[in-house]
């Protein structure tokens, strides 16, 4: 199955600076990869995501880039603000050829910190 | 966005007993729904896939008997955990897709999520 790696597991950051987690998977198979945050007791929401055929994808203060020969992809949060403060959690789906639910397989998080 | 509702969103039970949660898709059809868990600082752990009129799918190590699933709709999938343990305390969380749009690829919306206390 697949194998979702993050890192670093903690970030912290000054008001202002830029942020940026990475992810590795195991399955080339995998073609969406979805990035949530998660507030404390809170449900995880969809922050971004992109699809195997894109390289990069940009919402604003945030983008996610896609490596697919390396099986790497990063998320960028610029002029980070206290509000950013959560954990973020990268995930990656199987293509619909795979023949499964082709549910999510999540990363450990990161939980970062932007300090005023 | 799609509306996922998780209910309930807290429960304190006492060891034995069985606590029902309910996953509710609101303006979609899911014929597929999705069970985590999640320990504190922790990430999300699928446990099952729920599938609408059959029986649901567990991933290795998830006991069927004791988290039982039921997808009896289109609409509502539930998690019974049964005889309810301290170590079964977590966060359960659901999701689900609607595949009802164009794209295949679509995001996952998640409930609310379910604080359980077993004491």
């Known amino acids: 199955g697949e194998n979702v790696e993050q890192h670093p597991s903690t970030l912290s950051v000054q008001e202002g600076d830029s942020a940026v987690i990475k992810c590795t998977y195991s399955d080339s198979a995998s073609n969406y990869f979805p990035w949530y945050k998660q507030e404390l007791g809170k449900r995880p929401q969809l922050i971004i995501d992109?699809?195997?055929?894109?390289g990069e994808k940009k919402d604003q203060r945030i983008a996610v880039t896609l490596n697919k020969t390396a099986k790497h992809f990063s998320l960028h949060i610029t002029e980070t603000q206290p509000e950013d403060s959560a954990v973020y959690f990268c995930?990656?789906?199987?293509?619909?050829?795979?023949?499964?639910?082709?549910?999510?397989?999540f990363g450990s998080g990161t939980q970062l910190t932007v300090l005023p | 966005g799609a509306v996922v509702s998780q209910h309930p969103s807290r429960v304190i039970c006492k060891s034995g007993t069985s606590v029902k949660i309910e996953c509710r898709s609101l303006?979609?059809?899911?014929?597929?729904m999705f069970w985590y868990r999640q320990f504190p600082k922790k990430s999300l752990m699928l446990m099952a896939t729920?599938?609408?009129?059959?029986?649901?799918?567990?991933e290795q190590g998830v006991e069927k008997d004791k988290f039982l699933i039921n997808h009896a709709s289109l609409t509502l999938s539930t998690l019974t955990v049964t005889s309810a343990h301290p170590e079964d305390s977590s966060f359960y969380i659901c999701?689900?897709?609607?595949?009802?749009?164009?794209?295949?690829?679509?995001?996952?919306?998640f409930g609310q999520g379910t604080r359980l206390t077993v004491v």
């Open positions: 999701s689900a897709r609607d595949f009802s749009g164009a794209a295949m690829n679509t995001e996952a919306f």
């Open positions: 303006d979609f059809q899911a014929t597929t």
């Open positions: 995930a990656a789906r199987l293509g619909i050829s795979s023949g499964s639910a082709r549910q999510l397989t």
């Open positions: 992109i699809r195997s055929n894109v």
């Open positions: 729920s599938n609408e009129g059959s029986k649901a799918t567990y």
